[in-house]
Nanobody
Framework: QVQVVESGGGLVQAGGSLRLSCTASVLRFDGYAMGWFRQAPGKEREVVSC????????YYTDSVKGRFTISRDNAKNTLYLQMNSLKPEDTAMYYC????????????????WGQGTQVTVSS
């Protein structure tokens, strides 16, 4: 069973930064596409960013372009999301997901999900 675990959430003021991390208990981390998703209260879950197995292809939703950066370290089985210039509207539960389709991204039905880490941005 694949376990996905997020960390790094917290409370930050608008304009601040956070870095989320995600680890997956798999033998070959480079065999998985990875993604970050978020869900705010009363809203549907949305894709934030995703990255192909080797980091060669990345995707960002329009609202985070230029502020967030996704990256991965396959040697450490770890995915990151560097979030800068945070806004109150970024407040949400952030989820990490993995999929064996090495190019899975927006619109894909990711197979494995973490429990989420809360990000709260105060104004």
């Amino acid at each position: 069973q694949v376990q996905v675990v997020e960390s790094g959430g917290g409370l930050v003021q608008a304009g601040g930064s956070l870095r989320l991390s995600c680890t997956a208990s798999v033998l070959r981390f480079d065999g998985y596409a990875m993604g970050w998703f978020r869900q705010a209260p009363g809203k549907e879950r949305e894709v934030v960013s995703c990255i192909s197995w080797n980091g060669g292809i990345t995707y960002y939703t329009d609202s985070v372009k230029g502020r967030f950066t996704i990256s991965r370290d396959n040697a450490k089985n770890t995915l990151y999301l560097q979030m800068n210039s945070l806004k109150p509207e970024d407040t949400a539960m952030y989820y990490c997901a993995a999929d064996e389709d090495e190019y899975a991204c927006a619109g894909a039905d990711f197979a494995y999900w973490g429990q989420g880490t809360q990000v709260t941005v105060s104004s």
